[in-house]
């Protein structure tokens, strides 16, 4: 096909490789978010400019005999948090896609190149997806999937800026600094991974062993009690729980001990607080569907950060647990509004 009749083509084709690019950047989110997939940055994603496709097809010599052909005309890339969760991802996105074709870039790394990773998916949506209106009409495109870590985006985003994608391209004066930094960016993910790990083992022990209860609380140990001695049907996505940790240690509740006596203590009021707010929140005549409302709907409304603030507000009184949560949020406040001051507007409080 002649470049002007493929970029009519392209131009047909717009509107509904758009549509397809959000419906399935909606679905692999919530894929992700359901299967506690955590991203290092929010999703990216693009349909392919005339302008870049007609660079690849004329750079690569590549003969297309219809726009459609093309594998990465839509491309959305999943930048994770840890490494670790990449080969889940893959599981996640063969059970969910139709895989047409896979790539893991690290494995056409030679000896001279340096370590841009990354995992490509050509999908197709399936065909029971098809059947909702608003995906009607898109089975004929591809999508291309990423999946990497940011310390992997870090290098690719930094190698292809700076063309460096073979050790004969860098100057040699570079070499060395190049290479360092290549390596570091793989230690970051090892060590994040080495991180999970150890976590995860700190958590097994604190579920086996009642005696870490003696040791101070941190926010893991902490997140572990709550969701032993709370129902799971109150436990919520994101739990503030560094804030909740802030609260105990104001008021002296320092160790896992005390708050599981405390917990026990105010079972019952936590209950009853959270069954009366649901009474209260069904009272009310609203249309407007939130997360609230559909937490009301299944008979819940506080989080585990919630009741256990209901149980410190029986415990030690509503005005001083009212005072430490202002207190708190006080703080937070100042901290976050120091970090996005200039910097050449920020002053310590002794400067003030």
Do not use: C
Not at 97 to 110: H, K, N, P, W
């Amino acid at each position: 096909m002649n470049p002007q009749d493929l970029k009519s083509q392209y131009q047909d084709n717009m509107s509904r490789a758009q549509r397809l690019r959000e419906a399935v950047v909606v679905q692999l989110e919530e894929l992700l978010s359901s299967n506690d997939v955590v991203l290092g940055v929010p999703m990216e994603s693009r349909v392919k400019s005339w302008m870049s496709l007609e660079d690849k097809l004329t750079r690569k010599g590549i003969q297309l005999n219809n726009i459609l052909e093309l594998q990465d005309l839509v491309g959305i890339r999943a930048i994770l948090l840890f490494r670790a969760d990449i080969d889940r991802v893959e599981v996640l996105i063969r059970k969910t896609f139709d895989v047409i074709s896979s790539e893991d870039a690290s494995s056409r790394l030679g000896e001279s190149e340096f370590g841009y990773q990354s995992r490509h998916f050509a999908v197709r949506i399936p065909k029971e997806w098809l059947k909702l209106p608003s995906l009607a009409g898109l089975a004929d495109f591809f999508v291309e999937i990423q999946v990497r870590t940011v310390a992997q985006h870090i290098w690719a985003a930094a190698s292809h800026k700076l063309q460096y994608k073979q050790e004969a391209a860098v100057p040699p004066p570079v070499r060395r600094s190049i290479n360092r930094v290549s390596a570091l960016l793989e230690t970051v993910d090892l060590e994040l991974d080495r991180v999970l790990d150890e976590r995860h083992r700190y958590l097994e022990a604190v579920r086996e062993s009642s005696t870490n209860d003696n040791e101070p609380l941190n926010v893991d140990n902490l997140a572990a009690i709550l969701s032993e001695l709370l129902p799971s049907e109150n436990l919520n996505e994101n739990e503030p729980y560094a804030a909740l940790l802030a609260n105990l240690h104001t008021l002296g509740v320092t160790s896992g001990r005390q708050l599981r006596e405390i917990l026990g203590r105010q079972s019952g009021a936590m209950r009853a607080a959270d069954a009366e707010r649901v009474a209260e929140e069904k009272s009310r005549s609203t249309t407007n569907k939130t997360e609230d409302s559909e937490r009301v709907a299944r008979g819940v409304f506080y989080t585990h950060v919630g009741l256990a603030r209901e149980a410190l507000r029986k415990e030690f009184g509503e005005k001083k647990v009212a005072l430490v949560i202002a207190e708190t949020n006080t703080e937070r406040k100042l901290i976050r509004e120091l970090h996005n001051r200039p910097a050449h507007k920020r002053k310590s409080r002794n400067q003030k």
